[in-house]
């Protein structure tokens, strides 16, 4: 057994849940703020319709950094797979 395998075993965690958490919700825009105690993340939906928040996360300094550790880890995991990703440019995100 691989380590990564090891590590996925150990890192089981069973998650109860209902189902309109279970489908997830989509957002194209992050806003994070954040102060010496917390960083609140802001999850939102760009639309013609209008900007929309569909989720906000609060955590702590020290989860923020293991979240940014973890996203950094899977980033690199993804693209060694699937080849790397070109980053687009922040330019004109207007609805047409």
């Known amino acids: 057994?691989?380590?990564?395998?090891k590590m996925e075993q150990a890192q089981s965690v069973q998650i109860n849940t209902?189902?309109?958490m279970m489908r997830?919700?989509?957002?194209?825009?992050?806003?994070?703020n954040h102060s010496s105690?917390?960083?609140i993340l802001d999850w939102l939906l760009n639309?013609?319709?209008?900007?929309?928040?569909t989720s906000r996360i609060i955590v702590s300094?020290?989860?923020m950094k293991r979240i940014i550790e973890t996203l950094h880890s899977n980033l690199a995991q993804y693209e060694q797979k699937f080849g790397a990703i070109e980053a687009v440019s922040s330019g004109d995100r207007k609805f047409h």
């Open 24 to 32: 997830g919700r989509y957002a194209n825009t992050l806003l994070v």
């Open 47 to 53: 639309s013609p319709s209008g900007t929309h928040l």
């Open 37 to 39: 105690e917390e960083f």
């Open 18 to 20: 209902n189902d309109e």
């Open 61 to 63: 300094p020290a989860h």
């Open 1 to 5: 057994m691989t380590d990564h395998a």
